[in-house]
């Protein structure tokens, strides 16, 4: 016997049935949904809103508040400390 290959199911080994109905009909019926759906979308009638026209009072009030000026800043003026930074080490190899 030769040895069974991925390709080569056993002859005893019943045959699967390939679902392709079914998906058929699941995709048909998902297409059918969407376009109802878009189609329902698209022919609702506008919606007419009737516009009311309303007075609102308002009262507009001027007030005159005076607020005391702020305290003035005192600015320190402080002198930094001075950096000294070492001449760098000239290393010469070899002489």
């Not at 998906?23 to 019926?29: G, R, T």
């Not at 969407?34 to 507009?60: E, N, Q």
């Amino acid at each position: 016997m030769p040895p069974i290959r991925r390709f080569q199911p056993p002859p005893d080994l019943p045959k699967m049935r390939k679902p392709k109905g079914i998906k058929l009909a699941v995709m048909a019926v998902l297409a059918v949904v969407y376009v109802v759906g878009i189609w329902a979308l698209s022919h609702r009638p506008a919606r007419k809103t009737v516009m009311a026209i309303v007075d609102i009072p308002v009262d507009v009030v001027k007030t005159h508040k005076s607020y005391p000026p702020p305290p003035p800043i005192i600015v320190t003026l402080v002198e930094p400390t001075p950096v000294v930074i070492p001449p760098p080490r000239l290393v010469i190899r070899g002489h």
